[in-house]
């Protein structure tokens, strides 16, 4: 600790800060550009200059950058001194020469950082009589705006874009006053990060464009905390709604997941809540099939009580995309024996198989911010970028422990941006990826190694054995292969902390053993070592740790008579299973009642559509793949009869009679409810204040005090104003009336302090810079690895792969935008998403004689034959295809599998699908 | 006794007075342009909508009366799609006028705003929006701006340089 003296007065602060953290971890205002929480400092902008006084007789001083001044014990420096206040406002003044008359048709008006910076320093009128120079916008994609002019030339784009995010097509252009930031030429930001720049530009030179098109103010957005459900991260959001439409997403700084970044797919996959395949009220179809009618709630609820009619005849599907809440009244409604997990069967084993590993330990899951400290990183079947991209973003940051403490021998902070950059040069942390099919990270890793899944599982189990016994005890393993094995495990073992990841993506059950087979030398041998497996979907995990039967197994007590009655929550089994299979599933089901939000295959068929609420209308928790649960808060309430899927299933359970769910009045009974059923779920109870709490008696409003047009928005239909509706599920008000203060960390509904309009208003919020929010970073972690329990038996080693002639191993393959099944439906996100496409690789392809753009046929066993053109993937190992998982157009097939490819007879029509 | 006298005395010389009673409506008082009635929105001098939708009207409004949403056309011009002022809960202060950065929202002497039934006093933009262009009548926000819109590409606007030319090698 360090003792610093601010405008004469004493405070202690931690050490090895620059003095502008350690002022705005204290609380003072001091404006600034071009340092950022997470980029930290390179001194660029000149803006929090501050007076440095060398003793206390000292009357003169001299101005310093406080961002590049390490807060030694016994500094002394002057916030407030006025040629201190004089010198920032002059920059201010000098930054504003150009800025363009905009603020009034600029979409970062009222949550600028320039504005609420301008208004800061004082300075309120232009002195500057001169041309402004302009700049020429350059198209950037579905996802930004452009808009040059507007440019103070902080370098925050370029240094997010191509030092922190690995981007490298945006940079700066031209120099002085005309310095340029933006593409080579007009095109599509290819980085998949790109979204943060919004928020990072601290003016508005790069704005969301899928917020321009319905856009209003941030003073005038609704919002609550909310959990991104486009992946397993679970990084916290702020959804805004404006007249019952969802506008736009923001990042919720949770220091323990997502810090200040979100992927392009969680900040604008939102547009499904808005697209017109919702369900916007109940529907009922003839049992013939055919077109669905709308229908009253009442309606719905007679025929849901024809279908329930007879008890122990039902079923239920649940979904790893649905909330626990909903899952578990859905497990209620139907018994713990006929609930059904809603994915495919090897799913269903993997996430069960990576809960048994965590749970039982010793290697502990870590948190996104622990994952950010780790310094040797070793990556097993799983393509990061794609499936989980903040957990790539984070990745991107590693650096080894070692080069840090060289740096600090310098006298080089990590904050010290530049100079740090230069004196680690350019060097990351190790990181080795191992997988069937080239992956986001493989440009950034250490080492790359493309094999089929058992083979990448054999040089886990080598890595393991190296770590405990020294060489890699396996026969026919290749003498690169066991190379790499020994390379990998030393740079796991001299790690301080090294990290195994892998998941459930790489569809391989020995690719998970191998990871913990690895975690579990580490820790017996060195008694280091993380474990992270990634779960496919939002709230995967909470589904695995729920427990449930697999589709097929549903199947299989439909065919055998046992049940007639489906209803399936929030799950598109199209995408789950097969097409045969589900159909059979489908067929063999009497009643099916389907309770979701979006229009798809399955809904299709039901018989009755119940209307659910996506995140942004409803309240429920998720558990990432960290384990962690998390609440999300409705944002809005919707139209017509769209309501949470448990309490549809609640009014489900009443009509068959049953007295279970009448308790369930607010989302904590159902909480409570389930914790009490299946103990893992406890710490659910304690995610977020109960929906009782009251700060002064009053609740948290959903709605900033300056929100406008109360008394306008609705007077076209009814000239007086409608009550507010009350949310009695959590302490948040759909109003801006209640508590003004700042709220518990679970329940910040957005980030705003008193001249702080922006994003920026995090600092406000948070312990210190960049650390935990006041009162702790929300969420509870459900999995802790049991103590003191041996590892299990040793895991068998698959065999090394063998493929016939004209066989394919085919693996999956994941894409940012086109993989998750909701954010595809957005339409920015829709643009992003490639067409289908089967991958080979270039030898292979040749070999077969069949060119870039051409179709082949695709036959797996039991699944209908597809057509798909060939794209060449170069990093695919020989003998093995790859197909894009869930992307629009491509038929599901369950992965890895050995399939036939046929290549049509080379005709006219060659190539056209 | 006196005093009623006194009292009588008093008004008897108002008898004597100017008299201030006007005989509305026939006979109409005079407001001044600043006076704070009707609010209308207005016209620049090309004709075109002077509202940009930025919400600071809406914002200031202590009633919270106003309400609109904004929208872009082909050219990249802000436009309010609907634009809705509950006159029955306008309190004629003015903010509004103070807020608009473009001279857009006005106040007019018109006061004569009288309705029987209160949904009439929902004025939609088709009822606020004149042809001219109010008390300001020189002014044109896009001329000033620095954003493109269809007839000004950038560096077109007043007081601003050509665009720069990132290929230009000139130091």
């Known amino acids: ?118 208004v800061m320093t004082g300075h309120t009128y232009r002195g500057y009589r001169f041309r ?59 980085n998949i990060f790109s979204g943060n720049l919004a928020e990072v530009c601290p003016t508005g030179v790069f704005t969301d464009k899928t917020f321009r098109r319905h856009y209003t103010r941030k003073w005038d957005l609704q919002t609550a905390p909310s959990v991104c459900v486009h992946c397993a991260l679970g990084c916290n959001t702020i959804p805004g709604e404006r007249y019952g439409t969802l506008r736009r997403i923001h990042n919720r700084y949770n220091g323990e997941v997502n810090g200040y970044f979100l992927c392009d797919r969680g900040r604008y996959g939102y547009e499904f809540v808005n697209g017109n395949r919702r369900i916007r009220g109940p529907l009922l179809r003839g049992p013939g099939g055919g077109e669905a009618r709308p229908c009253t709630r009442g309606e719905a609820l007679s025929r849901m009580e024809e279908a329930l009619h007879t008890p122990g005849r039902l079923i239920g599907i649940g979904s790893p995309r649905a909330s626990l809440e909903s899952n578990f009244a859905l497990r209620t409604l139907v018994g713990k024996d006929r609930f059904f997990s809603g994915v495919s069967e090897r799913e269903r084993k993997l996430s069960a198989a990576a809960l048994e590993i965590l749970q039982r330990g010793p290697a502990r899951t870590p948190s996104l911010h622990e994952i950010r400290r780790a310094d040797a ?34 006298q080089i902070e990590p904050w010290d941006d530049m100079s740090f950059r230069e004196a680690i040069q350019q060097e990351c942390a190790p990181l080795y990826i191992a997988s069937a099919a080239p992956t986001g990270l493989d440009d950034e890793a250490t080492r790359v190694y493309h094999a089929t899944p058992d ?73 280091k070592g993380e474990l992270s497996f990634l779960f496919p979907e939002c709230n995967s995990m909470g589904l695995a740790l729920m427990g449930g039967r697999s589709l097929a197994e549903a199947r299989e007590v439909l065919r055998e008579g046992d049940a007639d009655t489906l209803v399936i929550l929030e799950n598109d089994l199209f995408i789950r299973d097969a097409k045969p299979a589900v159909e059979e599933l489908l067929k063999s089901a009497q009643h099916i009642i389907v309770v979701d939000h979006t229009h798809n295959r399955t809904s299709e068929r039901a018989e009755l559509v119940l209307p659910a609420s996506t995140f942004a209308e409803g309240s429920g928790t998720l558990v990432n793949s960290e384990g962690r649960a998390q609440r999300f808060y409705r944002v809005f309430v919707p139209d017509g009869d769209i309501r949470e899927s448990w309490r549809w299933i609640q009014d489900m359970i ?153 066989e394919w191993l085919l693996v999956p393959l994941y894409h940012t935008f086109g993989t998750e099944e909701m954010s595809v439906l957005s339409s920015s996100v829709a643009e992003r998403v490639p067409a289908p496409y089967l991958a080979l690789c270039p030898e292979d392809a040749l070999s077969l004689g069949i060119g870039e753009g051409e179709a082949a046929e695709l036959i797996a066993s039991g699944e209908a034959q597809q057509r798909i053109r060939v794209r060449y993937l170069k990093g695919l190992p020989r003998g093995v295809a790859g197909l894009p998982v869930s992307l629009p157009g491509v038929g599901m097939i369950d992965l890895p599998q050995k399939v036939s490819l046929v290549i049509p007879a080379k005709t006219a029509d060659t190539g056209k699908v | ?68 949403q904004s929208a872009e056309d082909e050219n990249g011009r802000r436009y309010p ?26 106040l007019t002497p018109d006061c004569e705003m009288g309705e029987y039934k209160r949904p009439n006093l929902v004025y939609e933009k088709e009822d606020l929006l004149i042809s001219g262009t109010g008390k300001y009548p020189g002014y044109n926000f896009y001329r000033v701006a620095g954003v493109s819109i269809g007839g000004k590409a950038k560096g077109e606007g007043e007081n601003e340089a050509p665009p720069i030319d990132l290929h230009d090698l000139m130091p």
Not at chain 1, 79 to 108: Q, S, Y
Not at chain 1, 135 to 164: K, S, T, W
């Open chain 1, 377 to 410: 990183v070793f990556i097993i079947g799983e393509d990061v970028t794609n499936t989980a991209p903040i957990m790539a973003l984070t990745l991107l940051q590693l650096v080894p422990c070692k080069k840090v403490a060289l740096a600090r021998s310098l």
């Open chain 1, 1 to 118: 600790m360090a003792t610093i003296y601010i405008d004469n007065k004493p405070y202690v602060v931690k050490d090895r800060q620059n003095l502008l953290q350690v002022c705005l971890s204290l609380g003072f205002d001091l404006p600034y550009f071009c340092w950022h929480p997470a980029m930290h400092s390179v001194g660029a902008c000149r803006q929090c200059a501050v007076k440095l006084f060398r003793d206390e007789k000292d009357t003169r001083g001299k101005i310093i950058m406080a961002c590049m001044t390490l807060a030694k014990d016994g500094i002394r420096i002057s916030i407030d001194d006025p040629e201190a206040k004089k010198f920032r406002a002059g920059i201010t003044e000098f930054l504003m020469t150009c800025h363009p008359h905009d603020c009034p048709v600029c979409d970062e008006g009222g949550e600028c950082h320039l504005q609420d910076m301008t």
């Open chain 1, 654 to 806: 009443s009509i068959s009679g049953r007295g279970e769910a009448a308790g369930w009045k607010v989302l904590d009974d159902i909480a409570g409810a389930m914790a009490r059923e299946m103990p893992e779920f406890e710490a659910v109870t304690r995610i977020a204040p109960p929906a009782d709490f009251r700060i002064s008696g009053e609740k948290i409003p959903r709605q900033p005090h300056r929100a406008s047009g109360r008394t306008a928005m609705h007077a076209h239909t009814d000239v007086h104003e409608p009550m507010p509706s009350d949310d009695l599920d959590s302490p948040l008000a759909f109003t801006m009336e209640g508590y003004g203060g700042q709220a518990p960390p679970a329940l910040i509904p957005r980030f705003w302090s008193p001249g702080w309009n922006s994003v920026q208003a995090v600092n406000k919020f948070q312990q210190e810079i960049a650390g935990p929010l006041k009162g702790g970073d929300p969420g509870q972690r459900l999995i802790e690895p049991a103590e003191g329990v041996k590892s299990a038996s040793p895991d068998k080693i698959p065999e090394a792969e063998g493929l016939r002639p004209g």
């Open chain 2, 1 to 68: 006794m006196i005093s009623v006298v006194k009292g009588m005395w008093r008004v008897f010389l108002f008898l004597f007075r100017r008299k201030v009673t006007v005989q509305y409506p026939e006979e109409k008082p005079y407001h001044p342009p600043r006076w704070r009635g009707r609010i209308i929105l207005s016209r620049d001098p090309d004709g075109a909508e002077r509202c940009v939708a930025c919400y600071l009207c809406a914002v200031a409004c202590p009633v919270a009366c106003i309400s609109l």
């Open chain 1, 132 to 190: 402004k120079r302009t700049h020429r916008n350059q198209y950037l994609g579905p996802f930004l705006h452009h808009e040059m002019n507007r440019c103070i030339a902080c370098y925050r784009c370029v240094r997010f874009y191509c030092d922190y995010a690995g981007g490298r097509d945006l940079n700066a252009f031209q120099c002085g006053n005309r310095v340029y930031f933006g593409r080579h030429e007009d095109g599509v930001l290819e």
């Open chain 1, 455 to 527: 083979d990448v599982a054999r040089l886990a189990f080598a890595v393991a054995h190296v770590l405990e016994s020294g060489v890699p005890g396996m026969e026919g393993l290749p003498e690169n292969v066991s190379g790499l094995a020994g390379e990998i495990a030393c740079a796991l073992k001299e790690a301080e902390r090294p990290l195994v990841i892998s998941g459930i993506g790489g569809g391989s059950l020995s690719m998970i053993e191998g990871a913990a087979a690895i975690s579990r030398a580490l820790r017996s041998v060195c008694g």
């Open chain 2, 81 to 106: 799609e609907f634009f809705r002022i509950n006159f029955s809960r306008c309190i004629f202060c003015g903010f509004c006028e103070e807020a608009c950065p473009t001279y857009a929202i006005q």
